[in-house]
Nanobody
Framework: QVQLQESGPGLMKPSQTLSLTCTVSGGSITTNYYYWSWIRQPPGKGLEWMAAIAYSGSTYYSPSLKSRTSISRDTSKNQFTLQLSSVTPEDTAVYYC???????????WGQGTQVTVSS
């Protein structure tokens, strides 16, 4: 069974760069034809897809976050990472990583990690 585990800083200050890592076990991030996504949920709001990296290494970004977001992977560690620059309190959310055959078609999720941006 595939398992995903997010790791991140927890608390950040405005203008910093957020770095989150998703460690995958039970399956390879290079397995055809899966996409590995980052999704967040701000308090009191719905889920927001942020970015995805494909089995091939191709990357995809939400247009609203593209200018601040970068997704990458380390196949030797079976991990993929999200960086979000210039964070503000509006980036406070629970951040999830997930696997799917495309955006929105997720079959496995991590448990989520809380990130709070506060001065």
């Amino acid at each position: 069974q595939v398992q995903l585990q997010e790791s991140g800083p927890g608390l950040m200050k405005p203008s910093q760069t957020l770095s989150l890592t998703c460690t995958v076990s039970g399956g390879s991030i290079t397995t055809n034809y899966y996409y590995w996504s980052w999704i967040r949920q701000p308090p009191g709001k719905g889920l927001e897809w942020m970015a995805a990296i494909a089995y091939s290494g191709s990357t995809y970004y939400s247009p609203s976050l593209k200018s601040r977001t970068s997704i990458s992977r380390d196949t030797s560690k079976n991990q993929f990472t999200l960086q979000l620059s210039s964070v503000t309190p509006e980036d406070t959310a629970v951040y999830y990583c997930a696997r799917g055959l495309w955006v929105g078609q997720y079959d496995y999720w991590g448990q989520g990690t809380q990130v709070t941006v506060s001065s």
